[in-house]
Protein backbone atom coordinates (compact mmCIF):
# COMPACT_ATOMS: atom_id res chain seq x y z
CA UNK A 1 0.00 0.00 0.00
CA UNK A 2 1.35 3.68 -0.87
CA UNK A 3 -0.42 6.87 0.43
CA UNK A 4 0.70 9.91 -1.62
CA UNK A 5 0.16 13.41 -0.13
CA UNK A 6 0.18 16.92 -2.18
CA UNK A 7 0.65 19.80 -0.63
CA UNK A 8 2.30 23.59 -1.81
CA UNK A 9 -0.83 24.40 -3.68
CA UNK A 10 -2.30 27.75 -3.68
CA UNK A 11 -2.58 31.14 -5.42
CA UNK A 12 -0.19 32.99 -8.27
CA UNK A 13 -0.23 35.51 -10.33
CA UNK A 14 0.70 34.67 -14.02
CA UNK A 15 4.05 34.49 -14.66
CA UNK A 16 4.74 33.32 -11.39
CA UNK A 17 5.96 30.18 -9.84
CA UNK A 18 4.96 27.25 -7.18
CA UNK A 19 6.06 24.49 -6.34
CA UNK A 20 4.28 21.18 -5.45
CA UNK A 21 5.16 18.58 -3.56
CA UNK A 22 3.97 14.79 -3.27
CA UNK A 23 5.09 13.35 -0.02
CA UNK A 24 4.55 8.88 -0.27
CA UNK A 25 4.66 6.60 2.55
CA UNK A 26 5.55 2.69 1.98
CA UNK A 27 9.06 1.28 0.96
CA UNK A 28 8.71 1.09 -2.78
CA UNK A 29 8.73 5.09 -3.45
CA UNK A 30 12.29 4.92 -4.80
CA UNK A 31 10.87 1.91 -7.29
CA UNK A 32 8.05 3.70 -8.91
CA UNK A 33 7.37 5.94 -11.34
CA UNK A 34 5.57 8.98 -10.29
CA UNK A 35 3.64 11.20 -12.46
CA UNK A 36 1.84 14.32 -12.06
CA UNK A 37 -1.67 14.82 -13.39
CA UNK A 38 -3.93 18.08 -13.32
CA UNK A 39 -7.79 18.55 -13.32
CA UNK A 40 -9.41 21.61 -13.91
CA UNK A 41 -13.37 21.73 -13.78
CA UNK A 42 -15.53 19.61 -15.84
CA UNK A 43 -12.32 17.56 -17.75
CA UNK A 44 -10.24 15.11 -17.59
CA UNK A 45 -7.51 14.23 -15.94
CA UNK A 46 -4.39 15.78 -17.58
CA UNK A 47 -0.46 14.65 -17.94
CA UNK A 48 2.00 17.26 -17.72
CA UNK A 49 4.78 15.29 -16.24
CA UNK A 50 6.47 11.99 -14.99
CA UNK A 51 9.81 10.41 -13.37
CA UNK A 52 11.36 7.02 -13.73
CA UNK A 53 12.49 5.49 -10.23
CA UNK A 54 16.21 5.61 -12.62
CA UNK A 55 15.15 9.50 -12.36
CA UNK A 56 14.16 9.60 -16.44
CA UNK A 57 11.56 12.61 -17.28
CA UNK A 58 8.75 12.97 -19.71
CA UNK A 59 7.00 16.36 -20.04
CA UNK A 60 3.88 17.47 -21.90
CA UNK A 61 4.55 19.41 -24.76
CA UNK A 62 2.43 22.30 -23.03
CA UNK A 63 4.86 22.41 -19.91
CA UNK A 64 8.39 22.04 -21.45
CA UNK A 65 10.73 24.48 -20.57
CA UNK A 66 7.97 25.48 -17.91
CA UNK A 67 7.93 22.42 -15.46
CA UNK A 68 10.02 20.51 -13.52
CA UNK A 69 9.86 17.40 -12.08
CA UNK A 70 12.36 15.60 -9.48
CA UNK A 71 12.33 13.39 -6.95
CA UNK A 72 14.16 12.68 -3.20
CA UNK A 73 14.15 9.41 -2.77
CA UNK A 74 15.72 9.84 0.82
CA UNK A 75 12.50 11.65 1.64
CA UNK A 76 10.17 9.58 -0.57
CA UNK A 77 8.85 12.95 -2.15
CA UNK A 78 8.27 13.90 -5.40
CA UNK A 79 8.53 17.76 -6.61
CA UNK A 80 6.72 19.68 -9.23
CA UNK A 81 8.72 23.02 -9.93
CA UNK A 82 6.50 25.42 -12.00
CA UNK A 83 7.31 28.57 -13.56
CA UNK A 84 6.25 30.96 -16.06
CA UNK A 85 2.89 29.76 -14.86
CA UNK A 86 -0.17 30.50 -16.77
CA UNK A 87 -4.11 31.10 -15.82
CA UNK A 88 -4.76 28.28 -17.93
CA UNK A 89 -2.67 25.72 -15.44
CA UNK A 90 -5.25 26.60 -12.91
CA UNK A 91 -6.11 23.00 -11.87
CA UNK A 92 -5.86 20.33 -8.59
CA UNK A 93 -2.96 18.95 -9.36
CA UNK A 94 -2.62 15.56 -8.70
CA UNK A 95 0.44 13.06 -8.49
CA UNK A 96 0.27 9.33 -8.57
CA UNK A 97 2.59 6.57 -8.14
CA UNK A 98 3.33 3.26 -10.74
CA UNK A 99 4.50 0.38 -9.45
CA UNK A 100 4.91 -1.70 -12.26
CA UNK A 101 7.87 -3.01 -13.81
CA UNK A 102 7.11 -2.33 -17.38
CA UNK A 103 9.82 0.10 -18.69
CA UNK A 104 7.29 2.40 -20.90
CA UNK A 105 8.65 5.81 -22.69
CA UNK A 106 6.44 9.23 -22.52
CA UNK A 107 3.36 7.68 -24.14
CA UNK A 108 3.28 5.07 -21.24
CA UNK A 109 3.27 7.45 -18.59
CA UNK A 110 1.08 10.14 -19.73
CA UNK A 111 -1.40 7.18 -19.53
CA UNK A 112 -3.69 7.95 -15.79
CA UNK A 113 -4.52 4.03 -16.16
CA UNK A 114 -1.07 2.74 -15.54
CA UNK A 115 -0.78 4.23 -12.08
CA UNK A 116 -1.67 2.33 -8.88
CA UNK A 117 -2.21 5.29 -6.40
CA UNK A 118 -3.48 8.68 -6.78
CA UNK A 119 -3.02 11.40 -3.55
CA UNK A 120 -5.71 13.60 -2.89
CA UNK A 121 -5.02 16.49 -4.84
CA UNK A 122 -3.52 20.05 -4.30
CA UNK A 123 -5.32 23.07 -5.96
CA UNK A 124 -3.06 25.63 -7.86
CA UNK A 125 -5.06 28.68 -8.97
CA UNK A 126 -3.23 31.04 -11.45
CA UNK A 127 -4.63 34.51 -11.43
CA UNK A 128 -4.35 37.02 -14.93
Known amino acids: QVQLVESGGGLVQAGGSLRVSCAAS????????MGWFPQAPGKDRDFVAAITFRGTTYYADSVKGRFTISRDNAKNTVYLQMNSLKPEDTAVYYCAADLGTYPGGSAYYAKPEVYDYWGQGTQVTVSS
Open 26 to 33: GRTFSRAA
